[in-house]
């Protein structure tokens, strides 16, 4: 090789690691942003659930696999520590989600004829995220917990951003 081309050479490779810098900064900043505005409509669904109560960690335990091999059909499991007495029980539990076209994904009502605070089904879940289960007790207080799950296949990605 000549001087010149090795010269052209070092400044293409130059351009290019810059551009993938700039590339690289720029997906995270957008990724970023999107991951800010879902926690965001995240937490809105949520206040919407409690109508503006606080949420309070404990006495729900949402449980579902941290790893999902494919998003189309996922199980879990929640249940809320209660009596289920006349006077204290749940009265409804719902799963929200941070990455699905539609924030809540299901919403249960539940009275002491239920026996026991525990419900099973099955979800879709867009992308990798994390899923948040809500109980209403007949007190008026709100629980919560929060899972991450990671999903290898994604499912409805119609909407997703």
Not at 17 to 44: H, I, P
Request: proline letters at 4%.
């Amino acid at each position: 090789m000549n001087r010149m081309t090795d010269v052209t050479l070092n400044k293409t490779l130059k351009q290019r690691r810059q551009l993938l810098k700039a590339g690289t900064v720029l997906g995270a900043w957008l990724w970023m942003g999107n991951a800010t505005a879902n926690s965001d409509e995240l937490a809105a669904a949520i206040r919407s659930f409690a109508a503006g109560a606080p949420v309070k960690a404990g006495r729900v335990l949402l449980d579902i696999a941290p790893i999902v091999d494919n998003g189309n059909t996922v199980p879990l499991t929640v249940t809320v520590e209660s009596p289920m007495t006349a006077s204290d029980h749940v009265t409804a539990i719902a799963i929200f989600n941070e990455r699905n076209p539609q924030r809540e994904v299901t919403k249960f009502t539940l009275s002491p004829r239920s026996g026991r605070a525990r419900i099973a089904t099955r979800i879709r879940l867009a992308t990798t995220q994390q899923l948040v289960a809500v109980a209403r007790m007949s007190d008026g207080s709100y629980w919560s917990h929060t899972v991450n799950v990671n999903v290898s296949i994604a499912a409805c990605l119609e909407e997703v951003v």
